[in-house]
């Protein structure tokens, strides 16, 4: 950056008068007393000690001059620019390297496509880009990073940018800030900070990441200030309105005319109030010395950083006042996240008071299918006590029955055999013939007893057959039916009852049980 050191010094005259102004209405505005105006001068002082540094270093860059046709330039920190013929070469529709032609990408900055571009694009982190929109980027909003990926930039990457410009676009008329200066006075600014975002002395070192993006915003603002601070090659420094520069649909900027503007609205004011001398009164400045000049210079430049100062102050407020909207949304999302997760716990201990609820109704069902077990069961062990006792009952009558027989038998065998001896006892007058044909007689008799007697138990036999058909007859008949096997049964009193079912034998009550 080419540093004009001989600019008209009434020109720095009247920035000094005009912020000289700007300072008292200030001052009037904020009521500041003695201590806090010597404060503030204690703080600006600050910044006009680290801007005579990078003054310094600025002398030292030698100005450019105008490039040969087919010769190249050295420039004090090693940049190389090129002969302007390179580009016509470049252009030329001659050359059959146009490779950037087939790509298919857009510039993330101008958006247009990559193949429209007339010169080879730049390649930044392997991506490629407008080099000229890329530079005015940079260079503009003091942003030395990758538009997309926001990789920093290197020293290296500038240069490389800037001899990518210069050999492809050129710098024009007014020459320009090269992205390389840019970056270096970014570097060189010392942001000095303050505890709570405020007015107290102290370096910005630590606080953790939002301190740290902080102090890289007031970073960037200063070193945009100062750059436009000391970039005289404006062709109208004093020019009404913002002025700028517009190529390819990009405009650029100059915010230094800006600054100049408010300035002049703020000696105006002044001098309408009657607070400031007119501009042309004796208390104008008359024509310097060239001593005078380069110490009129300085000292212009010194009282011009209050702006700078300014904007610092004014970049840490709206810093401040983010952090404090951020830490506003950081309480506003915590308190949404807390409401949301109380919401959740709620839902939890629904779910947990349902599933509670189902199991609870499970147990219960388990507990009456249980309880509908345990009563079948208690009903057979019934049904079965039941069936041994009429099964007891039964076989206690036969007994009976067949031991009253059996005594009807021996009684009467007794009792015949009795007669029978009694009969045999011989008598005296039967002769032997006789007693042969008694004999006979009584074994005959014996004989005649049985048939009759086998007859008398085929007629009980034949009743009881009789019987059984009779019954079978009437048990057809009968509208009551077993549920196994679908035979009639006389009464509801002769049925065997299990699980409310009706059957007409044992055997069918376990078979008709095992099928339910």
Same mark, same amino acid.
């Given at each position: 950056?080419?540093?004009?050191?001989?600019?008209?010094?009434?020109?720095?005259?009247?920035?000094?008068?005009?912020?000289?102004?700007?300072?008292?209405?200030?001052?009037?505005?904020?009521?500041?007393?003695?201590?806090?105006?010597?404060?503030?001068?204690?703080?600006?002082?600050?910044?006009?000690?680290?801007?005579?540094?990078?003054?310094?270093?600025?002398?030292?860059?030698?100005?450019?001059?105008?490039?040969?046709?087919?010769?190249?330039?050295?420039?004090?920190?090693?940049?190389?620019?090129?002969?302007?013929?390179?580009?016509?070469?470049?252009?030329?529709?001659?050359?059959?390297?146009?490779?950037?032609?087939?790509?298919?990408?857009?510039?993330?900055?101008?958006?247009?496509?990559?193949?429209?571009?007339?010169?080879?694009?730049?390649?930044?982190?392997?991506?490629?880009?407008?080099?000229?929109?890329?530079?005015?980027?940079?260079?503009?909003?003091?942003?030395?990073?990758?538009?997309?990926?926001?990789?920093?930039?290197?020293?290296?990457?500038?240069?490389?940018?800037?001899?990518?410009?210069?050999?492809?676009?050129?710098?024009?008329?007014?020459?320009?800030?090269?992205?390389?200066?840019?970056?270096?006075?970014?570097?060189?600014?010392?942001?000095?900070?303050?505890?709570?975002?405020?007015?107290?002395?102290?370096?910005?070192?630590?606080?953790?990441?939002?301190?740290?993006?902080?102090?890289?915003?007031?970073?960037?603002?200063?070193?945009?200030?100062?750059?436009?601070?000391?970039?005289?090659?404006?062709?109208?420094?004093?020019?009404?309105?913002?002025?700028?520069?517009?190529?390819?649909?990009?405009?650029?900027?100059?915010?230094?005319?800006?600054?100049?503007?408010?300035?002049?609205?703020?000696?105006?004011?002044?001098?309408?109030?009657?607070?400031?001398?007119?501009?042309?009164?004796?208390?104008?400045?008359?024509?310097?010395?060239?001593?005078?000049?380069?110490?009129?210079? +300085?000292?212009?430049? %010194?009282?011009?950083?209050?702006? =700078?100062?300014? &904007? @610092? *102050?004014? #970049?840490? !407020? $709206?810093?401040?006042?983010?952090?404090?909207?951020?830490?506003?949304?950081?309480?506003?999302?915590?308190?949404?996240?807390?409401?949301?997760?109380?919401?959740?716990?709620?839902?939890?201990?629904?779910?947990?008071?349902?599933?509670?609820?189902?199991?609870?109704?499970?147990?219960?069902?388990?507990?009456?299918?249980?309880?509908?077990?345990?009563?079948?069961?208690?009903?057979?062990?019934?049904?079965?006590?039941?069936?041994?006792?009429?099964?007891?009952?039964?076989?206690?009558?036969?007994?009976? +029955?067949?031991?009253? %027989?059996?005594?009807?038998?021996? =009684?009467?065998? &007794? @009792? *015949?055999? #009795?007669? !029978? $001896?009694?009969?045999?006892?011989?008598?005296?007058?039967?002769?032997?013939?006789?007693?042969?044909?008694?004999?006979?007689?009584?074994?005959?008799?014996?004989?005649?007893?049985?048939?009759?007697?086998?007859?008398?138990?085929?007629?009980?036999?034949?009743?009881?057959?009789?019987?059984?058909?009779?019954?079978?007859?009437?048990?057809?008949?009968?509208?009551?039916?077993?549920?196994?096997?679908?035979?009639?049964?006389?009464?509801?009193?002769?049925?065997?009852?299990?699980?409310?079912?009706?059957?007409?034998?044992?055997?069918?009550?376990?078979?008709?049980?095992?099928?339910?």
């Amino acid at each position: 950056m080419e540093v004009c050191l001989n600019s008209d010094a009434r020109l720095l005259a009247k920035i000094k008068e005009m912020e000289t102004v700007r300072i008292k209405i200030t001052r009037d505005m904020y009521k500041l007393n003695a201590r806090q105006l010597a404060y503030l001068r204690g703080e600006t002082q600050n910044l006009v000690e680290s801007c005579d540094t990078i003054i310094d270093k600025l002398k030292d860059c030698e100005p450019l001059g105008k490039v040969d046709e087919g010769e190249e330039q050295v420039r004090g920190d090693g940049l190389r620019i090129l002969d302007k013929n390179d580009k016509k070469k470049s252009n030329s529709p001659n050359n059959k390297e146009m490779w950037w032609k087939n790509c298919d990408d857009e510039d993330p900055i101008t958006l247009e496509p990559i193949a429209d571009l007339a010169v080879p694009p730049f390649m930044l982190h392997s991506l490629p880009f407008d080099s000229k929109a890329l530079s005015a980027y940079c260079v503009a909003r003091s942003m030395f990073q990758n538009p997309l990926t926001r990789t920093p930039m290197t020293f290296a990457d500038c240069q490389a940018l800037d001899v990518h410009v210069e050999q492809h676009h050129g710098r024009g008329e007014g020459g320009g800030v090269k992205v390389s200066e840019a970056f270096r006075l970014h570097e060189s600014i010392r942001v000095k900070g303050s505890e709570g975002g405020g007015g107290g002395e102290g370096d910005v070192t630590g606080g953790g990441e939002a301190v740290a993006r902080r102090q890289e915003e007031i970073r960037r603002v200063a070193a945009g200030a100062l750059q436009n601070l000391f970039n005289y090659r404006m062709q109208a420094w004093g020019a009404r309105g913002t002025q700028g520069s517009s190529d390819d649909g990009l405009v650029m900027i100059d915010d230094s005319l800006v600054v100049a503007e408010a300035a002049d609205r703020w000696a105006e004011s002044a001098r309408l109030q009657g607070e400031a001398p007119e501009p042309g009164s004796k208390t104008a400045f008359p024509d310097l010395s060239e001593e005078a000049s380069e110490k009129g210079i +300085r000292q212009g430049q %010194r009282e011009t950083h209050l702006d =700078v100062r300014g &904007v @610092v *102050e004014r #970049a840490a !407020e $709206e810093k401040r006042r983010e952090e404090e909207e951020e830490r506003e949304r950081k309480i506003i999302l915590e308190e949404r996240e807390r409401v949301e997760r109380l919401e959740r716990g709620k839902e939890r201990e629904m779910v947990k008071e349902y599933h509670k609820e189902r199991i609870r109704r499970e147990k219960e069902e388990d507990e009456r299918k249980k309880a509908v077990v345990v009563e079948a069961r208690e009903e057979i062990e019934r049904w079965r006590r039941n069936i041994f006792a009429k099964a007891v009952m039964m076989e206690e009558r036969v007994e009976e +029955r067949v031991e009253e %027989r059996v005594a009807n038998v021996k =009684v009467k065998e &007794v @009792v *015949e055999e #009795a007669v !029978e $001896e009694v009969k045999e006892i011989p008598t005296p007058s039967l002769t032997k013939e006789e007693r042969d044909k008694l004999k006979k007689a009584r074994k005959k008799a014996k004989e005649k007893e049985k048939i009759k007697e086998k007859k008398k138990l085929e007629r009980e036999r034949k009743e009881k057959e009789e019987a059984r058909k009779k019954e079978e007859e009437e048990k057809m008949k009968s509208g009551i039916k077993c549920d196994c096997c679908g035979c009639g049964i006389l009464t509801k009193e002769d049925a065997f009852n299990r699980d409310g079912g009706l059957f007409c034998t044992t055997k069918c009550a376990r078979e008709g049980g095992n099928k339910k």
